[in-house]
């Protein structure tokens, strides 16, 4: 069993910029693929980005291409989002999963655990 816990949400200012973090437990998160999405109220749970097991494969959602960099330190089990140039449009509760395929996925149903989320909220 997998336990994610993210951290770094917060109230921002269009254009400011947040970084989140997601620690994981167990011995093999070096192997996982790692994943962002977020959710808006009265929207649907969306990708964000996803990076493979050596952090060398990224791919992001348009939405944010440009603007949010995903990034891992499989020493601390750690992965990281760090969004610049913020917009109203990306408040959402954002959570990381992690799929034990190893695959770079974007589709949720192909990730295996969930944290339960962080509240961004970006205000204009």
């Known amino acids: 069993q997998v336990q994610l816990v993210e951290s770094g949400g917060g109230l921002v200012q269009a254009g400011g910029s947040l970084r989140l973090s997601c620690v994981a437990s167990g011995r093999t998160f070096s192997s996982y693929t790692m994943g962002w999405f977020r959710q808006a109220p009265g929207k649907e749970r969306e990708f964000v980005a996803a990076i493979g097991w050596s952090g060398i494969s990224t791919h992001y959602a348009d939405s944010v291409k440009g603007r949010f960099t995903i990034s891992r330190d499989n020493a601390k089990n750690t992965v990281y989002l760090q969004m610049n140039k913020l917009k109203p449009e990306d408040t959402a509760v954002y959570s990381c999963?992690?799929?034990?395929?190893?695959?770079?996925?974007?589709?949720?149903?192909?990730?295996?655990?969930w944290g339960q989320g962080t509240q961004v909220t970006v205000s204009s």
């Open positions: 999963a992690a799929a034990v395929s190893g695959m770079v996925v974007t589709t949720g149903r192909r990730y295996d655990y």
